[in-house]
């Protein structure tokens, strides 16, 4: 049912979806277009495909595959991917002087991010094209994502990681799940500046989001939020942004559903970034003038990018959903990251950049108090042990095995 092709952002070239190429001749970046009219009926498929007992049709990646990656059944590597939950919280409300707040959780995929979804296409592309070597920059989502998709395929998977900058949990996911590590002495930004270079050179398959088929898969975020909402877009989608894949993904996803008529309004995207980290922040406050790249530190380890690979991409994405983008501190990061544990959901610390992100805009009056907001919480809690056990928060006192002791404990609650 589908025609898909790769289009240029910059100049009108195209290409076959089959090339092994992440960009144009012209050095634009590259989007995959769908041109099927038989997507505008896609959303019942989806439906009837949730009934199916196959992993390939439950995915919340797969079931949506003729307008994400049209490969047959056979070239898929799938967990499968998706069906992530979506959470109310009355706490998290009033933490944010909101009243509508829903968390969609992408940190309940199957490596803990949402990168799988992005992860299932791009692999399931590498054996494909039948590239043996698939390799990433990565702050450790995208490298322990890989790490899984690639064992689950059979491929050799070589991971670039910024030296001591990367957290415990996704230190040792990547690494259990049998990748090569290469720590970089630098930050991330030298480590994909690295990784583009070797897959120029044809010598590994890359799959950060500048390959057009990680986007395609996390575009899938956004259509299983809306059938979960039988179409019914909320008013904004908030976001964390680092490299600005997600961003991009989400205002590709909207552009589609409604082009496709799927859903009758746009929302609005929201793009949040940790202060130490927001060159997009700046551009986006001089009108999108220009990219101006920073040296990036935060706490929120997973967005310490200061060089972002899909930034033409995100700006067309805020442009066309009316978005905005805006920064929050390390500590408004650290208190929101709080208000999600301990209401019971639990997210790293990026993740929660949306929250803190959402009341600073609730308190300048962008979003209102009453409108319908979906936050994408993008990683699991124990993806950063450390930022848990580093808050000073945490109630454990070590006693004695002894009845007296237990029970002094116990009075003293
Ligand atoms: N949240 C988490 C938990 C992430 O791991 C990332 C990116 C982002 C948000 C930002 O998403 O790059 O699409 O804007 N992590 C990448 C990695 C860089 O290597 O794991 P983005």
């Known amino acids: 049912m589908s025609q898909a092709r790769f289009a240029c952002l910059q ?43 196959k992993p390939f049709d439950r995915s919340g990646v797969w079931r949506f595959r003729e307008a994400v990656l049209p490969l047959p059944e056979s070239m898929i590597v799938t967990q499968p991917e998706g069906q992530t939950p979506i959470y109310q919280s009355a706490a ?48 450790g989502n995208t490298s322990s994502s890989l790490a899984a998709y690639a064992a689950r395929a059979g491929l050799k998977a070589i991971v670039f990681l910024p030296a001591g900058k990367v957290s415990q949990g996704k230190m040792a996911q990547t690494l259990g799940y ?89 929302p609005r995207l929201a793009t949040i970034q940790a202060e130490g ?10 009108d999108f003038a220009s990219l101006e790249p920073i040296t990036a530190e935060t706490v929120a380890t997973a967005i310490r990018i200061g060089h972002p690979v899909n930034y033409p991409r995100a700006v067309k994405a ?8 805006t ?42 108090a009453d409108e319908d907001v979906v936050l994408v919480l993008t990683g699991h809690m124990l993806k950063d042990p450390d930022a848990i056990l580093k808050n000073g928060t945490l109630d454990c006192t070590e006693i004695d095995a002894k009845a007296e002791a237990i029970s002094r404990a116990l009075d003293s609650l």
């Open 92 to 139: 998290l409300n009033q933490w944010a002087g909101h009243s509508r707040l829903s968390l969609k959780h992408e940190g309940e995929n199957p490596s803990g991010s949402f990168k799988d979804r992005g992860m299932t296409a791009a692999v399931s592309m590498a054996k494909r094209l039948g590239m043996p070597v698939v390799a990433c920059a990565s702050t």
């Open 178 to 266: 049998g990748a090569k590590g290469l720590a970089i002495r630098g930050d991330f930004d030298d480590a994909m500046q690295i990784v583009r270079d070797l897959a120029a050179a044809g010598r590994v398959y890359m799959v950060n989001s500048l390959n057009p088929h990680r986007i395609e898969g996390q575009k899938t975020i956004i259509w299983e939020m809306l059938q979960d909402r039988n179409w019914e877009a909320p008013d904004w989608i908030v976001v964390p942004g680092g490299n600005l894949g997600n961003t991009s993904a989400f205002g590709k996803a909207i552009d589609e559903a409604y082009a496709w008529g799927w859903i009758q309004k746009k």
């Open 11 to 53: 100049c009108p070239k195209t290409y076959d979806w089959l090339d092994l190429r992440y960009a144009c001749d012209c050095g634009g970046l590259l989007e995959v277009k769908h041109d099927d009219p038989a997507l505008r009926k896609l959303p019942e498929l989806a439906e009837q495909r949730l009934t199916s007992r």
């Open 277 to 286: 980290a927001n060159p997009f922040f700046r551009s986006y406050s001089r």
């Open 327 to 368: 920064d929050v501190t390390d500590a408004e990061i650290m208190a929101a990251k709080l208000a999600i544990d301990h209401a019971g959901i639990g997210c790293e610390p990026a993740s929660a950049a949306t929250l803190a992100g959402v009341r600073k805009l609730v308190k300048k009056a962008v979003i209102s």
């Open 318 to 325: 805020i442009l066309s959903t009316n978005g905005v983008v």
